[in-house]
């Protein structure tokens, strides 16, 4: 089974990018088995819940409210005072809730910005962007250029990999959102926008060929 750019309209995926996706996914999703329909519903639910429906390329780390950064990341953020001081500054705030982790080095090494969250899957932290480079590439273009996974054909693929490695399709087959998601995610964040997704491009899908 492939998709179509009647799918990707009905979905909604950001316009723009529809053709660069079409062509993308459609060149990939036989090489990673993702080519029956609760493969590819599942795989692609996880994907445009990652990047808003393809219109986001890298992880915004730009937060203007000091409260959403103690939602978001509440043992960094204990106080409002400590909030404050990384408010509208996406690369000293990248660099603090990822540092020491991923792969990623101290936060004066500038990996949690430079290793932020890019690509349809949001690839996050040194470890996954030297793992891809090497699985894609053979060497470590990924570290020294890791906007390279804004180019659809790296980032879907990126996504691909990480997908088959976390062994996905046999939890798509049998229709586990959850299982899916925790591979992914590391946890259920974003589960009722995550099932939302899957049952919309389970919709878009229901009449392309097997």
């Given at each position: 089974m492939?998709i179509?750019?009647?799918n990707l309209v009905e979905?909604k995926?950001?316009?723009?990018?529809q053709q660069?996706?079409?062509t993308?996914f459609?060149?990939?999703?036989?090489?990673?088995?993702?080519?029956?329909?609760?493969?590819i519903?599942h795989f692609m639910?996880?994907v445009?819940?990652?990047s808003?429906?393809f219109?986001?390329?890298a992880?915004n780390?730009n937060y203007?409210?000091p409260?959403?950064?103690?939602?978001?990341?509440?043992?960094?953020?204990?106080t409002?005072?400590f909030?404050?001081?990384?408010i509208?500054n996406?690369?000293?705030?990248a660099?603090?809730v990822?540092a020491n982790?991923m792969?990623?080095?101290d936060t004066?090494?500038?990996?949690g910005?430079?290793y932020?969250?890019?690509?349809?899957m949001?690839?996050?932290?040194?470890?996954s962007y030297?793992?891809?480079s090497?699985?894609?590439?053979?060497?470590n273009?990924?570290?020294?250029?890791?906007?390279?996974l804004?180019d659809i054909?790296v980032g879907l693929?990126c996504?691909f990999?990480?997908?088959?490695?976390g062994s996905?399709?046999?939890?798509?087959d049998a229709?586990?959102?959850?299982?899916?998601t925790?591979?992914?995610?590391g946890?259920?964040i974003?589960?009722d926008?995550?099932r939302l997704?899957?049952?919309?491009?389970?919709?878009a899908?229901r009449?392309?060929?097997?």
């Amino acid at each position: 089974m492939k998709i179509t750019i009647e799918n990707l309209v009905e979905v909604k995926v950001k316009s723009s990018a529809q053709q660069d996706v079409l062509t993308a996914f459609n060149n990939l999703n036989d090489q990673y088995k993702v080519n029956n329909f609760l493969r590819i519903a599942h795989f692609m639910g996880q994907v445009c819940h990652e990047s808003g429906g393809f219109s986001i390329g890298a992880e915004n780390m730009n937060y203007t409210n000091p409260h959403r950064l103690m939602d978001v990341w509440p043992s960094r953020f204990k106080t409002l005072d400590f909030a404050n001081q990384y408010i509208k500054n996406p690369q000293k705030l990248a660099n603090l809730v990822y540092a020491n982790r991923m792969g990623n080095g101290d936060t004066a090494s500038g990996d949690g910005f430079k290793y932020r969250g890019r690509g349809p899957m949001q690839t996050t932290g040194k470890e996954s962007y030297a793992r891809f480079s090497k699985k894609i590439f053979n060497d470590n273009r990924l570290l020294d250029n890791p906007d390279l996974l804004l180019d659809i054909n790296v980032g879907l693929q990126c996504a691909f990999i990480e997908w088959n490695d976390g062994s996905c399709n046999k939890f798509a087959d049998a229709d586990e959102l959850k299982s899916i998601t925790k591979i992914i995610n590391g946890g259920l964040i974003g589960l009722d926008g995550r099932r939302l997704w899957l049952s919309t491009w389970k919709h878009a899908l229901r009449n392309n060929p097997a």
